[in-house]
């Protein structure tokens, strides 16, 4: 199995762009997280899907986020307009049962100028 | 808020000595999850113990479960230079997992 893939690994954009981030959870897991890692704040959950379906989103830090996951196969998390304070690493994770063990992807490092 | 808080945050051992790192946390849990990041790597799952468990071993981890005073600890045995890596305990509250602050382990050779 090819594990959680995320792209891309790297991303470098100036503050106001959009930014894409994607994610291909483990064939047959049916929970999909998204995670953000700083120094300062740790990490943290953004949002979790369970069968394709946004469970809790409370995680959002505010409307420039977005995801979708519009099939079992691919998630994506949207931040647009960027701004400088959304650097990080940007983490998913996928589930074959929730509540258990996670597998997470290698995650996307943004840096927004 | 964290709900999980590791410590000590950072802890430098030589190698073939034990580590022992502590998780405390706030809030009832159904299990809770040790994981471990290679700087720069995502996380890699090492262990779940349920909250109906005391002790886990698996290989040179060793986990403790107390849920009366909500705290667990991750004893590495015999370390090693690869062990080198931080650290994270993981709350499982309503399928979320919630983490904590990390314990940065250095094993030198």
């Known amino acids: 199995d090819a594990g959680v893939i995320q792209s891309p690994r790297h991303e470098v954009t100036e503050m106001g762009q959009e930014v894409t981030l994607r994610c291909k959870p483990i064939?047959?897991?049916?929970?999909l997280f998204w995670y953000r890692q700083t120094m300062m704040r740790g990490l943290e959950l953004l949002i979790y899907?369970?069968?394709?379906?946004?469970?809790?989103d409370s995680g959002m830090p505010e409307d420039r986020f977005s995801a979708k996951m519009p099939n079992a196969s691919f998630s994506t998390l949207k931040i647009q307009p960027s701004e400088p304070r959304d650097s990080a690493v940007y983490f998913c994770?996928?589930?074959?049962?929730?509540?258990?063990?996670?597998?997470f992807g290698p995650g996307t490092r943004l840096l927004v100028l | 808020s964290q709900q999980g808080e590791e410590d000590p945050q950072a802890l430098s051992i030589q190698e073939g000595e034990n580590a022992t790192m502590n998780c405390s946390y706030k809030?009832?849990?159904?299990?809770l999850q040790w994981y471990r990041q290679n700087s720069g790597r995502g996380l890699v799952h090492l262990i779940l113990?349920?909250?109906?468990?005391r002790e886990k071993h698996s290989g040179r981890l060793r986990v403790t479960l107390d849920t009366s005073k909500k705290s667990s600890s991750l004893l590495i045995t015999a370390s090693r230079a690869a062990d080198t890596a931080s650290y994270f305990c993981?709350?499982?509250?309503?399928?979320?997992?919630?983490f904590g602050t990390g314990t940065r382990l250095q094993v030198f050779p």
């Open positions: 994770a996928s589930t074959r049962t929730r509540g258990e063990t996670q597998y």
């Open positions: 064939s047959g897991h049916n929970s």
């Open positions: 899907f369970n069968n394709n379906v946004p469970i809790d």
């Open positions: 809030t009832s849990i159904n299990n």
């Open positions: 113990i349920r909250s109906n468990e």
């Open positions: 993981a709350t499982e509250i309503t399928d979320k997992l919630i």
